[in-house]
């Protein structure tokens, strides 16, 4: 919103904002049903943050709609309206090889994103996410203060297993979206 390079940022979301400056347009709806947002769908980037937890959506099958199935939809979105470049936040362990179920969607999702052949797609890999939430999630929390304790002593390979700040993802979606980088996927830390 402060970056002057975006004149307007187009929001798609389940709910209403308030407070926004005018630079934003938002767009309330279904976001399962992203295709119906196709007309609006038009932009020079696209940077997709959207996931879940098991705790707030148990369903397996919601959970693939929302972890897999939003992200593929923009993407594909993307292409068939040639936006050029398309950002979106998975998660460290991606594989769709894996046994794990999180790790599984994360994996497929990124194949999927990366069918869509995008200009310019990149796809940022963070550990655990930091930063202020409105819930209330009292195990993680105390995760995160331990993790915060014990993360200065990740070194070498494990040092791309720190806690990573919201913030620090944003600005690192921004800085690839104006960049020449050609590079697919990204491990923050």
Do not use: W
């Amino acid at each position: 919103i402060d970056d002057d390079r975006y004149k307007t940022v187009k929001l798609f979301s389940r709910k209403k904002i308030e407070g926004l400056p005018s630079k934003v347009k938002q767009f309330v709806g279904d976001i399962l049903e992203l295709e119906e947002f196709k007309k609006d769908f038009i932009a020079d980037e696209v940077f997709c943050c959207v996931g879940t937890t098991a705790r707030k959506t148990p369903d397996k099958t919601l959970y693939k709609k929302i972890d897999y199935g939003i992200p593929v939809t923009a993407a594909k979105l993307s292409k068939e309206n040639e936006i050029p470049t398309f950002i979106v936040v998975s998660a460290i362990g991606a594989n769709a090889n894996s046994t794990i179920f999180y790790n599984k969607t994360k994996g497929e999702m990124e194949q999927a994103v990366l069918s869509e052949k995008i200009e310019k797609t990149h796809i940022l890999q963070p550990s655990i996410i930091g930063g202020n939430r409105k819930e209330q999630r009292i195990g993680e929390k105390i995760g995160l203060i331990v993790f915060k304790l014990i993360q200065p002593f990740f070194f070498g390979k494990l040092k791309k297993y720190r806690i990573t700040e919201a913030e620090d993802i944003a600005q690192a979606m921004i800085n690839l979206a104006n960049s020449t980088s050609t590079e697919k996927n990204y491990n923050i830390s």
